[in-house]
């Protein structure tokens, strides 16, 4: 009985697994094949400055939505946000601003700019920042546009304003991402933003892009605007 119980847990535990990490495992497959060959299938695409029906924010970039917003890569973990890859090389996708705001870039980040934007579209009484990250080559050489330099603060940006262009940075030079823009929307906490490695800290961005971009209700579709 003993066996037959642990058995059973083992064949659960494998069921509780594949059911948390398959959604991710999919768009792992689809994105091998996007970036097998961009060209082929160009109907997954998304393009910067798309705005889908009345949804408040713009898409920054161009690519394929790889991963979205509670994705797992391994038990325990759920991503903050959505991955777009443009299916070039580094440095040659531009990344701009979802929504108009006060751009902020930390003394140490190489790849990385967070916007402040005062008024959530959703909830005007609390504002909500805008994080965009990977924006640098492996090497950690900033392909953030010069106007923003380390410890820029709060300067104000415009919707569709050019930020940077698409990285593949992961703070080890032996170990690159692939080249795209990790997008997140972090919370406030009086005036400040939360650590956005959390994803108690983000918002799911499914209505802000009028798009299904939350694991939870998007299993397997690919994200469009039609």
Not at 128 to 141: K, L, P, R, V
Not at 145 to 150: E, F, H, I, N, S
Not at 198 to 219: A, W
């Amino acid at each position: 009985m003993v066996a037959l119980g642990l058995l059973l847990l083992f064949i659960l535990g494998g069921v509780l697994t594949y059911h948390w990490l398959a959604p991710s495992m999919e768009r792992s497959r689809k994105l091998r094949l996007y970036l097998t060959d961009p060209q082929v299938h160009t109907e997954w695409l998304i393009q910067s400055g798309t705005q889908c029906r009345d949804a408040p924010f713009l898409f920054p970039t161009d690519g394929f939505i790889g991963y979205l917003w509670g994705d797992s890569f391994r038990l325990g973990h759920r991503h903050q946000g959505i991955d777009i890859f443009g299916g070039k090389e580094a440095g040659q996708v531009a990344v701009k601003a979802a929504y108009s705001g006060y751009l902020t870039r930390l003394a140490d980040w190489k790849s990385s700019v967070i916007i402040r934007i005062p008024q959530d579209p959703f909830n005007p009484q609390q504002p909500i920042w805008t994080y965009y990250t990977h924006m640098a080559d492996a090497e950690g050489n900033s392909f953030i546009v010069a106007d923003y330099p380390p410890g820029t603060t709060e300067i104000y940006v415009e919707a569709g304003t050019l930020l940077g262009y698409q990285g593949n940075y992961s703070g080890n030079s032996d170990q690159p991402t692939g080249v795209h823009l990790h997008f997140s929307i972090v919370k406030d906490h009086h005036g400040k933003f939360l650590n956005e490695l959390e994803i108690g800290n983000t918002l799911d961005p499914s209505p802000y892009y009028g798009l299904p971009l939350n694991e939870e209700t998007n299993r397997d579709e690919v994200p469009i605007c039609k």
